[in-house]
């Protein structure tokens, strides 16, 4: 309990927070983010934690980053994005009822800081590609909002950065998050 007690009470937090940026969606914008620097394989760590509580069933997650690569980003914001890539991958997976993997991987070059988030799944369906990153719209899952990855972009914007799909067919899907060293 004393272990994760307070896991738990940051998963709440951020289930509250992102229920109050979702409901204030339509009418306000986010929040600017709150640049600090932030270990990527810590961030890493807290978005497979709350994966494995909701219970990811046959999905394997990797990632491959340095323990010691520093990124500037606001941390909540940033697990926000890679928790909701992560999530998509995983329904993608349970949507074809097999094993499936996802890779989470980060690293730098001289001018920017990127994530990748790739899974091995079916890929993205037509209709979802046509409307990725418009809110209400892009939603690939029954019951989605069609939000996750607007609101994701949207962050990414508030950083000076980028969120792209890189690839996505048959043999599954990548998407980048890519962030300038500018500000740094």
Same mark, same amino acid.
């Given at each position: 309990v004393?272990r994760?007690?307070?896991k ?6 951020r289930?509250?927070?992102?229920? #109050?940026?979702? *409901?204030?969606?339509?009418r ?5 983010p709150q640049? #600090?620097?932030?270990?990527?394989a810590?961030?890493?760590e807290?978005v497979?934690?709350? #994966?494995?509580?909701i219970?990811a069933g046959?999905i394997?997650?990797h990632k ?6 520093q990124l500037?980003a606001?941390p909540e914001?940033m697990?926000?994005?890679?928790? @909701?890539? =992560?999530r998509?991958?995983?329904q993608? *997976?349970?949507s ?6 996802v890779? *989470?991987?980060g690293?730098?070059?001289l001018? @920017?800081w990127?994530?990748?988030i790739e899974?091995d799944?079916p ?6 590609l ?8 892009g ?7 069609g939000?996750?990855l607007?609101?994701s972009?949207?962050l990414?914007?508030g950083h000076?950065g ?10 599954g899907?990548i998407?980048?998050? =890519?962030?300038?060293?500018e @500000?740094?």
């Amino acid at each position: 309990v004393a272990r994760l007690a307070p896991k738990l009470v940051r998963s709440i937090s951020r289930a509250v927070n992102l229920c #109050e940026t979702t *409901l204030t969606y339509g009418r306000a914008e986010e929040p600017a983010p709150q640049l #600090e620097m932030v270990n990527l394989a810590s961030l890493f760590e807290d978005v497979l934690e709350g #994966e494995q509580l909701i219970g990811a069933g046959e999905i394997v997650y990797h990632k491959v980053v340095s323990p010691s690569l520093q990124l500037q980003a606001d941390p909540e914001q940033m697990y926000r994005v890679i928790s @909701n890539l =992560c999530r998509n991958a995983r329904q993608a *997976l349970q949507s074809t009822h097999r094993t499936g993997v996802v890779y *989470l991987t980060g690293g730098e070059d001289l001018t @920017n800081w990127w994530i990748k988030i790739e899974d091995d799944g079916p890929g993205l369906p037509k209709p979802a590609l046509e409307n990725l990153f418009t809110a209400f719209q892009g939603g690939t899952t029954r019951g989605g909002s069609g939000l996750g990855l607007a609101i994701s972009a949207e962050l990414v914007r508030g950083h000076g950065g980028s969120l792209v799909l890189d690839k996505t067919d048959a043999s599954g899907t990548i998407f980048t998050v =890519c962030l300038p060293k500018e @500000n740094y």
